[in-house]
């Protein structure tokens, strides 16, 4: 079982990176990878257009980043454009 702080951080972390990915990327396939060791994993990769060149980050991204940091985890994004995005983050299990 998953710490509930961890369960609805990358819940509402997957949930938001999902919706970019349905409003934004024009992907064709969305991939959601979870792991799990000492650390819970969750990684979302699209195959879209990527961001939007001199986009600034809205604020999504922001809360995304800031429930990841919140809990002593990290948020990287990765953005190859026109190739896609990849989100991943990692949350620790132990308090």
């Known amino acids: 079982n998953l710490p509930a702080a961890v ?7 997957a949930l938001e990176a ?10 064709s396939r969305c991939t959601v990878t979870l792991r799990m060791d000492e650390h819970f994993y ?3 990769e699209d195959d879209g257009v990527g ?6 980050p809205g604020v999504g991204l922001a809360s995304m980043r800031e429930r990841a940091e919140e809990l002593g985890g990290a948020f990287a994004l990765q953005d190859v454009p026109g190739r896609g995005v990849v989100v991943r983050v990692q949350l620790p299990l132990a308090g």
Not at 51 to 56: E, N, V
Request: charged share 15%.
């Open 7 to 13: 369960e609805v951080a990358a819940y509402r972390i």
């Open 51 to 56: 961001l939007a060149s001199g986009a600034s």
């Open 18 to 27: 999902i919706t970019n990915v349905a409003r934004h990327a024009r992907a």
């Open 42 to 44: 969750l990684t979302i």
